[in-house]
């Protein structure tokens, strides 16, 4: 069984670039999330993405904005890079009838400069 | 809305003692899920343990065991004869049953020393 991957581990862009960042999810699971965590902070919800459509939302602009896969695997986009979204960005995975049961990726180290 | 309110920054205790962290959250839900992570400096969240609201009984995983006060909206974890593997951030979270999304505190550092 294979675990909830992410690409890439680590990253550095300059401030109003855009980014990509990807996830694949534990064999079988249907259901991505992906969480912000700031330096120091808990992690933040950004959104979550079933069935290839985005299912719920956090306080995040659009300018993030996802994707999810006919496989799963997910991608989280970041246009016009802030100074602030320098943060480690974590993926999860799950079943949807087992939504409480979320596994994590190792994470993307995002620095903006 | 929910929050989750972790109060202990820092803890610090000698390895094969017990150290207890201390988590409250806030919510008009009747029915959710609370959960305490282990974040190492890996950066992968681990699950220590998950507690459901409505079973009274309190969730227990080998060292770790929780005391879930339902009224108190309390949850704390307690770890057992502490190893030097223990020490990472500790985060505790909550997760409603009309929603799929996780709410964090902002975590507890535990340092086990030898």
């Known amino acids: 069984e294979t675990g909830v991957t992410q690409s890439p581990t680590h990253l550095i862009k300059t401030r109003g670039q855009q980014v990509t960042l990807r996830c694949s999810s534990q064999?079988?699971?249907?259901?991505v999330s992906w969480y912000q965590q700031a330096l120091g902070q808990g992690p933040q919800f950004i959104f979550q993405?079933?069935?290839?459509?985005?299912?719920g939302r956090g306080n995040f602009p659009p300018r993030f904005s996802g994707l999810q896969f006919p496989n799963y695997s997910s991608e989280l986009n970041v246009n016009a890079l802030e100074l602030d979204d320098s943060a480690l960005y974590l993926c999860a995975s799950s079943f949807r009838t087992s939504y409480n049961e979320q596994f994590f990726g190792p994470g993307t180290r995002l620095t903006v400069l | 809305a929910q929050t989750v309110t972790q109060s202990q920054p820092e803890m610090s205790v000698q390895e094969a003692e017990t150290v207890t962290l201390s988590c409250t959250y806030d919510t008009s839900e009747n029915n959710y899920y609370l959960f305490w992570y282990k974040q190492p400096p890996s950066r992968q969240m681990i699950l220590v343990i998950r507690?459901?609201?409505?079973k009274q009984q309190n969730a227990t995983e080998n060292r770790f065991s929780v005391n879930f006060q339902k009224a108190a909206k309390s949850f704390s974890l307690k770890i057992s004869d502490s190893q030097l593997g223990d020490t990472a951030m500790y985060f505790c979270a909550f997760m409603g049953d009309s929603n799929y999304q996780l709410i964090w505190g902002a975590g507890t550092k535990l340092i086990i020393k030898p």
């Open positions: 993405y079933y069935r290839e459509e985005e299912n």
């Open positions: 064999s079988g699971h249907n259901t």
């Open positions: 507690q459901e609201a409505y």
